[in-house]
Nanobody
Framework: VQLQASGGGFVQAGGSLRLSCSVS????????VGWFRQAPGKVREFVAA????????YFANSVKGRFAISRDNIRDTVYLEMSRLKPDDTAVYYC?????????????????WGQGTQVTVSS
């Protein structure tokens, strides 16, 4: 099983980025996919999640209205569209899968994780 997160980078406050998470080695269907982030010295926190086939989404309050999550079930890829970025959004962003139709913000309920992609937002 491999999750490949990409799309991170350096952006000024107010800018946008799109992260991608490509999933392979596992049946993409029935997998809920979540995004988490971890800033230096902080615990890994939930950002957003999307169900199979994409009818349900769930966001942390801190990103609601600014981030969107979607999935391409042909390419086995999940996207995190981030807009109106703030310096507090600076973190390493990870994607993870959960073998369930339901959504969760608990990182302990996700089984497979990608390697992370760095997002840095300057003020």
């Amino acid at each position: 099983v491999q999750l490949q997160a990409s799309g991170g980078g350096f952006v000024q406050a107010g800018g946008s980025l799109r992260l991608s998470c490509s999933v392979s080695g596992i049946t993409f269907s029935v997998q809920a996919v979540g995004w988490f982030r971890q800033a230096p010295g902080k615990v890994r926190e939930f950002v957003a999640a999307i169900s199979w086939p994409g009818t349900k989404t769930y966001f942390a309050n801190s990103v609601k209205g600014r981030f969107a999550i979607s999935r391409d079930n042909i390419r086995d890829t999940v996207y995190l569209e981030m807009s109106r970025l703030k310096p507090d959004d600076t973190a390493v962003y990870y994607c993870a899968t959960r073998n369930s139709q339901s959504l969760s913000d608990d990182r302990n309920e996700y089984y497979y994780w990608g390697q992370g992609t760095q997002v840095t937002v300057s003020s």
